[in-house]
């Protein structure tokens, strides 16, 4: 049984602070991890994905890989009240595993 | 809207009729995904199509539903037979190609079963 397990939130920060979320997963041979973020009552929205091991950054986000622990992270920079949703944790190829989502909540 | 669409957004169906969810990808991709959100549960996937293929229905409940992408026109999955259980925000999403392309996922059908 393939699983991805995401830190249980909620997660609250002050603005301006930096998120640490975090994910693990369990298929050694996934390729693709993706992180998505889904404001209460919408659809996902794919705002981070890495393929390699090593950090990737965009903006306020930074995508980190590491294949050999199976974990991957998603740190947000400077963090603003609207950046207050589910973040999703995903990997795979075709086929998507979902974790179960972490709550940040960012306090103004 | 260059994006991913979905209708209807939301359908109310009584127990015993038939559900119809249609998607049609984004432009340029050919490659549809399904995935079912239950009320306070993470996504699940369900289906992969490419035009006129079933890649992997793994995820697929094995009774009453059912998936298709035709040549023409949009993805459509079909659920036969609602029952409560069967509410829930159903997504599409789409990719440019196959394996580990980034998929784009659409706004949602909000299902209710009465």
């Known amino acids: 049984q393939k699983e991805v397990e995401q830190n249980s939130g909620p997660l609250s920060v002050p603005e301006g602070a930096i998120a640490s979320l975090n994910c693990t997963y369990s298929d050694r041979g996934s390729q693709s991890f993706f992180w998505y973020r889904q404001y209460s009552g919408k659809s996902p929205e794919l705002i981070m994905f890495i393929y390699s091991n090593g950090d990737k950054e965009d903006g306020r986000f930074t995508a980190q890989l590491n294949k050999a622990s199976q974990y991957v992270s998603l740190l947000i920079r400077d963090s603003q009240p609207s950046d207050s949703a589910t973040y999703l944790c995903a990997v795979g190829g075709g086929k998507l595993i979902f974790g179960q989502g972490t709550e940040l909540s960012v306090k103004p | ?114």
Not at chain 2, 32 to 43: I, K, T
Request: positive net charge; contains cysteine.
């Open chain 2, 1 to 114: 809207n260059a994006g991913v669409m979905q209708n209807p957004r939301h359908l109310v169906r009584r127990r015993g009729q038939e559900a119809r969810l249609r998607c049609s990808p984004m432009k340029g991709h050919s490659h549809v995904y399904w995935y079912r959100q239950l009320p306070e549960e993470g996504l699940k996937f369900m289906v992969y199509l490419q035009k006129e293929n079933i890649i992997d229905e793994s995820g697929m409940p094995k009774e009453r539903f059912s998936a298709e992408f035709p040549k023409e026109g949009p993805s459509i999955l079909r659920i036969q037979q609602v029952v409560r259980g069967d509410s829930a925000a159903y997504f599409c999403a789409s990719s440019p190609g196959p394996g580990p392309y980034e998929q784009y996922f659409g706004p949602g059908t909000r299902l209710t079963v009465t």
